[in-house]
């Protein structure tokens, strides 16, 4: 997605955009040109953004099972080499899209990516912990 042109991009986001305004503002073409502007401005934000979220949400996760799979490693180096890779992926995305045309290379977006793989990586090694300490019966809950 990061090598789509601007106007490919908008596009695309644009049609989800659509879709959600006329789920969400049953009465849209009511209001004014004004209204319908910020509101679509706005949606189209927090689609954007929660696409970049999710995408580096999914790439935690097999960043992390992939890590995983180094058992020679301890389970701190593992899981921390996975954000390490999200994160520098996420910097090295941001500065590909500087390149592309009508793209640009923004540090909320490589926080938002790396949020998004670090929640993923936060709650897979929750979830481990928590099965390894039922194992071990140090949890009963």
Known sequence: MSA?????????SGGIVTKVISVVFSDFEDLSAERQTSITDTVTLIVRKTAHF???????LLAFVTANTFRKY????????????????????????????GR????????IDTAGSILAIVLLTSIVTIKKKRKSGEFNA
């Not at 789509?4 to 695309?12: C, M």
């Not at 999710?54 to 935690?60: A, H, M, P, R």
């Open 4 to 12: 789509q042109p601007a106007k490919e991009s908008s596009r695309l």
């Open 54 to 60: 999710l995408e580096y949400f999914i790439l935690g």
């Open 74 to 101: 301890n389970f701190f180096v593992r899981t921390s080499s996975a954000a390490a890779f999200c994160a520098l992926y996420a910097v090295s995305d941001e500065i590909h899209q500087y390149f592309v045309p």
């Open 104 to 111: 640009a290379c923004r540090f909320g977006d490589i926080c």
